[in-house]
């Protein structure tokens, strides 16, 4: 009588791997295939399955860059907005227009309007 795999996957402590089987698809063919597996028998992904999820972090990766790269952008937009709201808001003010004219004309409140003034001196 030859070996039998009696567990799944076989563990073999000579060279730190098991091997197993479960079903799955390669180039179209759905069957059961052999795999290697860890002594916590998780399995070892092959090449293809190892290019896909290399494929798919570069991806998400891709995408969180994306996001960044938009929220600080519109981030130094707002900035940019905001100073030239402050720009616009010390020329009136230079100009001797009413802080109360200033701050409804700029949509700034009066504590902002009073550090500016405050800044200015």
Wanted: hydrophobic letters at 40%.
């Amino acid at each position: 009588m030859g070996n039998t795999c009696l567990g799944q996957p076989f563990f073999m402590p000579e060279i730190g791997l098991a091997i197993g089987h479960e079903s799955g698809t390669y180039r179209e063919w759905q069957r059961d295939w052999l795999y290697w597996y860890k002594k916590d028998r998780t399995r070892l992904l092959t090449a293809e399955e190892r290019a896909k999820a290399e494929a798919l972090r570069a991806n998400v990766a891709e995408q969180r860059a994306q996001v960044a790269f938009s929220d600080g952008e519109q981030q130094g937009i707002q900035t940019g907005e905001q100073n030239k709201t402050f720009e616009i808001a010390r020329n009136m003010l230079a100009k001797g227009l009413e802080p109360a004219l200033v701050a409804d004309t700029t949509g700034l409140s009066m504590d902002e309007l009073a550090t500016l003034i405050e800044i200015g001196k």
